[in-house]
């Protein structure tokens, strides 16, 4: 009797099916395997919550969340290899391959957050270290073979992290609003089956007369963006499996974002429609919730069914690709110390969240466009600096304003507060605070880094004034501001001190760190405010 077949006794009780050899260690390695997913998203278990929390944002990156569920796919998908795979069964190159990778995501998540600030979040750094902490515990736990084997998931992971999207999609957001708002109430012209449209500014079309009238603002996340990002990564992750010329795969993928954009202006057709017929709450509240998605899965669909024109199809994988090494239960146990730490590490990065989104995207607004107020002390006077551009780029904007204490008895009594954004916070590293000191040949007496709470980090420095030698302290840092892209802000506060001894410093330093404090925390309180009057579509 084969192996995994039942039998029945003579006395007729039914004896299961046994399990040989090879059953059993399949058996083994699915345990293994899943266990080996389950331990690095322990590792980055806040990275990957805030990416899956991102599918409910009305966003155009909401769809980065899909990207762990993809990668899962395509890990399922690639466990069987192909034949070409090459047979690498070097313990070595298992280690070389292991421990650069988690040595570099362990210094990303563990040294990078303090010395970066707020900077880190709003990169969202953490996802660069998700692929490399991946590739190093397969590698280490299945051996390089099973690395190059699910290269495809392994690497896809990396496309979780929104700073390229932002980018892009920062140069034709805008454009892309404003041709889905024209060509949306072009074709409610031409299908005038909603009645009355009328456009108004700020990409808003006005629907339908009398009590049923509304108004809809075309909102970023819905002016196609967030489809064709969808279909870019569902599509591209498909592009990857499928056989084919890369010419084609492109091609392949520029008609689906063309797709997507197409069947998001017809989505908001029907939606503005049945608003104008059915009312308002039918249209926003029951019919728009869910039909981006099937909207999605239309162009998915179509997009599939056109891909052998383009002369793509799916690989045969009839035959037997070298097998990989039996996975080392033993080396997935001792990276657990390891897990342990990054999955500490990782959980306290929720510290940024009231500074940035999940996403990257900055929650605070410039001081330099709203000025805080904050007890104790009054602006004075705010003008601007016109030479921001030769050092901090085209577009860099720099605003100094004064305070004046207001309370008596605190110290210092006057503060001078730089506010310097750009879009290229690399102009910063450029052109440091301290390096304009050494520029003017200003000795450094003190520099210390001290934390404004929510993962911003300050830097402080105490230095004498070389033509007059009056002591002055520098308290400066950075954060991601609101902006229609990406911009960020370094905002410096200078006050003289009466001496360069400890006795003369403390009382002032720690004035101007509560009045820090007191700023970061004004910022935050005003970005949980303001609400939307009009729909979004």
Not at 11 to 35: D, E, F, M, N, Y
Not at 157 to 186: C, D, E, N, R
Request: charged share 15%; glycine share 10%; hydrophobic share 50%.
């Amino acid at each position: 009797m084969s192996a995994g077949v039942g039998t029945a006794t003579p006395r007729g009780q039914w004896v299961g099916p046994r399990r040989g050899p090879a059953t059993r260690s399949s058996l083994r390695r699915v345990v293994v395997a899943v266990s080996t997913v389950g331990v690095i998203a322990i590792a980055a278990n806040y990275s990957l919550r805030t990416l899956v929390e991102g599918l409910h944002y009305d966003t155009p990156l909401a769809d980065l969340g899909l990207v762990p569920v993809i990668s899962l796919g395509l890990a399922i998908w690639g466990r069987r290899g192909d034949n070409s795979e090459l047979a690498i069964r070097d313990r070595s190159v298992d280690f070389l391959v292991a421990v650069p990778s988690l040595a570099v995501a362990s210094v990303i998540l563990i040294a990078l957050p303090g010395p970066t600030s707020s900077l880190f979040w709003s990169l969202r750094l953490d996802l660069l270290a998700l692929p490399l902490l991946a590739i190093g515990i397969v590698a280490l736990v299945w051996g390089t073979q099973m690395v190059w084997r699910q290269r495809r998931a392994l690497l896809f992971l990396g496309a979780a992290w929104p700073i390229p999207y932002t980018h892009v999609l920062a140069g034709v957001l805008l454009w892309l609003q404003a041709t889905t708002t024209s060509m949306v109430i072009a074709l409610l012209h031409v299908l005038p089956i909603a009645g009355h449209v009328r456009a108004d500014p700020g990409s808003v079309i006005a629907i339908g007369s009398g009590p049923r009238a509304f108004t809809v603002a075309v909102a970023t996340a819905c002016s196609g963006a967030e489809g064709i990002v969808g279909f870019v990564l569902v599509g591209g992750a498909a592009a990857m499996v499928l056989r084919g010329r890369r010419s084609a795969k492109a091609a392949w993928l520029g008609l689906g974002a063309v797709l997507a954009f197409t069947a998001n202006v017809w989505r908001l057709w029907l939606v503005l429609t049945v608003g104008a017929r059915l009312g308002e709450r039918v249209a926003l509240d029951l019919l728009h919730p869910w039909i981006g998605a099937a909207t999605l899965g239309a162009v998915g669909v179509a997009a599939a069914l056109v891909a052998t024109r383009f002369g793509l199809a799916v690989p045969d994988r009839s035959d037997s690709p070298p097998r990989t090494q039996r996975p080392l239960v033993g080396w997935l146990v001792a990276v657990l110390p390891l897990v342990a730490v990054l999955a500490v590490v990782d959980g306290r990065l929720s510290v940024y969240r009231p500074v940035i989104g999940d996403l990257g995207q900055a929650r605070l607004e410039s001081i330099a466009s709203s000025p805080p107020t904050v007890a104790g002390w009054v602006m004075s006077s705010s003008q601007q600096v016109t030479w921001a551009a030769r050092f901090f780029g085209s577009g860099s904007l720099w605003d100094r304003q004064l305070y004046v204490v207001t309370r008596p008895g605190l110290e210092p009594t006057v503060v001078t507060a730089d506010a310097v954004s750009t879009g290229d916070p690399g102009r910063f590293a450029a052109y440091s605070v301290a390096d304009c000191f050494n520029f003017h040949g200003d000795p450094v007496l003190h520099h210390h880094r001290p934390t404004l709470g929510h993962g911003i980090t300050a830097e402080e420095i105490v230095y004498r004034e070389h033509t007059s030698s009056r002591v002055w302290l520098s308290l400066s840092w950075i954060w991601p501001v609101v902006a229609n892209g990406p911009r960020y802000e370094r905002i410096s506060l200078v006050t003289a001190l009466p001496d360069a001894t400890a006795a003369g410093l403390t009382p002032v330093e720690a004035s101007l760190l509560g009045f820090a404090r007191d700023v970061t925390a004004e910022r935050i309180a005003s970005a949980g405010g303001g609400t939307t009057t009009s729909g979004a579509a």
